[in-house]
């Protein structure tokens, strides 16, 4: 139960940093970039260099450089959806998406049956997302946002990237993470060092051939950068102790994993940010737990 908790911490703690972000005047996209760059570095240093050079080879590395190509886009992309709709909804598309690797799984592997469990959280997940992300006209106009259909769309379609992203990436990691192709912590720090290393060559090489992304390598945005890649980080580190340490079913291990990040989040925002949730956003949260709770009741 430890390393749950102090996974949940380090996971409500990352989302944290991109809401303090535009406060510390850190620069998100090159922040990001250096994130990439600290959390590959401390991957392979605690894999091992030799042994993560060893596993270049295996099936397992092409799908980190797919994940990869989408890695530095999708983290941006959480992190403005942290800072323009607040923790509880970036928390709710990020670890819903779990829906979506659940239904390849239910349609691709025999050995992963359909239950109504699984059923009622995919029906339950996407209005959960829309009514998390989205604001009623009336708080609308009284944050000051602009009206109309433009405002309500644009705050739809942010968390619906981070949802689709989100789901493909956990896609991967979960396709990926059977016996069959890891083995070890080394096995899965490997894997992670590969998009976490993908994305910092894509960031580095828009640095240096993009002049529009030339970095602003200031204090607040390389502090903000290394905190960033630390946590990151430390997020995977804590992940995989859990799995390692809980006497549950993986089945099991992810909704807990998920109920606890949502609510920690959520509550995060609510006291730390001043972050005020409308009834719609309740609405969201709360289908969204009811999901969770129903797939943890499965087991």
């Not at 570095?41 to 080879?57: C, F, H, K, N, T």
Request: net charge positive; charged share 10%; hydrophobic share 55%.
């Amino acid at each position: 139960m430890i390393a749950l908790g102090l996974f949940i911490l380090v996971s409500t703690l990352m989302f944290s940093c991109f809401r303090l972000f535009p406060k510390w005047n850190v620069r998100l996209e090159d922040a990001i970039v250096i994130n990439y760059i600290v959390a590959a570095v401390i991957s392979v240093a605690i894999a091992g260099p030799a042994y993560a050079l060893s596993r270049i080879g295996v099936p397992s590395t092409w799908a980190g450089v797919a994940m990869g190509v989408i890695f530095l886009y999708m983290f941006r992309k959480i992190g403005e959806c942290t800072q323009q709709l607040g923790m509880g909804v970036v928390a709710i598309a990020t670890k819903m998406s779990m829906v979506l690797p659940m239904l390849v799984f239910i349609l691709l592997d025999p050995a992963d049956s359909y239950t109504w469990h699984k059923g009622a959280a995919i029906v339950l997940a996407f209005p959960a997302v829309w009514f998390a992300s989205t604001q009623s006209k009336k708080h609308r106009a009284q944050s000051g946002a602009d009206g109309g259909l433009g405002a309500g769309t644009a705050n739809w379609k942010l968390p619906a990237v981070v949802f689709l992203g989100s789901g493909l990436i956990d896609l991967g990691f979960g396709w990926f993470s059977s016996p069959e192709h890891m083995t070890c912590d080394a096995d899965r720090l490997t894997f992670a060092a590969i998009p976490f290393t993908m994305a910092a060559l894509i960031g580095t090489t828009r640095w240096v051939a993009v002049p529009r992304c030339a970095p602003r390598l200031d204090k607040p945005t390389v502090l903000g950068g290394l905190i960033l890649g630390v946590v990151n980080v430390g997020s995977l580190f804590f992940l995989l102790s859990v799995y390692q340490q809980m006497p549950l079913s993986p089945s099991a291990i992810v909704p807990m994993i998920n109920l606890g990040v949502v609510l920690a989040t959520s509550v995060a925002g609510m006291l730390f940010f001043s972050e005020r949730p409308t009834l719609r956003n309740l609405l969201g949260w709360l289908l969204a737990t009811s999901a969770l709770v129903i797939l943890l009741q499965s087991n």
